[in-house]
């Protein structure tokens, strides 16, 4: 029974997915046509402030990974 229930899920997810995806690229398609608006400063703010986050989480899982390299940091 367990096995069963778990394909229905699987298969739903892939339903899901697969709607999602049609669903993202029509907004794409759509989109390709509005002209592109001016970002104001808390646009501008946020897209900076994820920027550096993304570039700080990058190096701290860098920097973690290389340390617990075994017999590069003691």
């Given at each position: 029974?367990?096995p069963?229930?778990?394909?229905?899920?699987?298969g739903?997810?892939?339903?899901?997915?697969?709607?999602?995806?049609?669903?993202?690229?029509s907004m794409?398609?759509?989109?390709?046509s509005?002209?592109?608006?001016?970002?104001?400063?808390?646009?501008?703010?946020?897209?900076?402030?994820?920027?550096?986050?993304?570039?700080?989480?990058?190096?701290?899982?860098?920097?973690?990974?290389?340390?617990?390299?075994?017999?590069?940091a003691?």
């Amino acid at each position: 029974m367990l096995p069963a229930i778990v394909l229905i899920a699987e298969g739903l997810v892939v339903l899901w997915f697969a709607g999602f995806m049609t669903m993202i690229m029509s907004m794409y398609l759509e989109s390709r046509s509005m002209p592109v608006p001016r970002l104001d400063l808390a646009a501008r703010t946020l897209i900076g402030s994820a920027k550096l986050a993304f570039v700080t989480g990058m190096l701290a899982l860098f920097v973690l990974t290389f340390l617990e390299l075994p017999g590069i940091a003691g």
